[in-house]
């Protein structure tokens, strides 16, 4: 069974930074890409970023590039998401989860890229973090 442990998230104030971490059990990384999500209350969820550990390949949501950063750490199976210049709008539960076969791979960073949700793509979620971005 996957699961993962999501940590990092804070109350911070708008242009500021953040590291969430999201880590793995149960999951071989090689063959999986992993993706952080958000959900506000009332909006709906939205894919931020994706990295596939195979080449490290990289997508994020327009909303969110140039400011953050997605990373992989193999030997701790452990995903990074940097966040910096935050802004109010980027308040939400924050959460990660896996793709686990290549095609569902290619749809996940695909739809990331989009701005769409590529939530369909996966197929195993962690609980969250929570974000709050002050003004």
């Known amino acids: 069974e996957v699961q993962f442990v999501e940590s990092g998230g804070d109350l911070v104030q708008a242009g500021g930074s953040l590291r969430l971490s999201c880590t793995a059990s149960?999951?071989?990384?090689?063959?999986?890409?992993i993706g952080w999500f958000r959900q506000a209350p009332g909006k709906e969820r939205e894919g931020v970023s994706c990295?596939?550990?195979?080449?490290?390949?990289?997508t994020y949501a327009p909303s969110v590039r140039g400011r953050f950063s997605i990373t992989g750490d193999k030997a701790k199976k452990t995903v990074y998401l940097q966040m910096n210049s935050l802004k109010p709008e980027d308040s939400a539960v924050y959460f990660c989860?896996?793709?686990?076969?290549?095609?569902?791979?290619?749809?996940?960073?695909?739809?990331?890229?989009?701005?769409?949700?590529?939530?369909?793509?996966?197929?195993?979620w962690g609980k969250g973090t929570q974000v709050t971005v002050a003004s």
């Open positions: 149960g999951l071989t990384f090689d063959d999986y890409a």
């Open positions: 989860a896996a793709a686990q076969s290549p095609p569902r791979v290619r749809i996940a960073l695909i739809k990331t890229a989009q701005g769409g949700d590529p939530s369909s793509a996966y197929e195993s």
């Open positions: 990295l596939r550990y195979s080449d490290n390949a990289t």
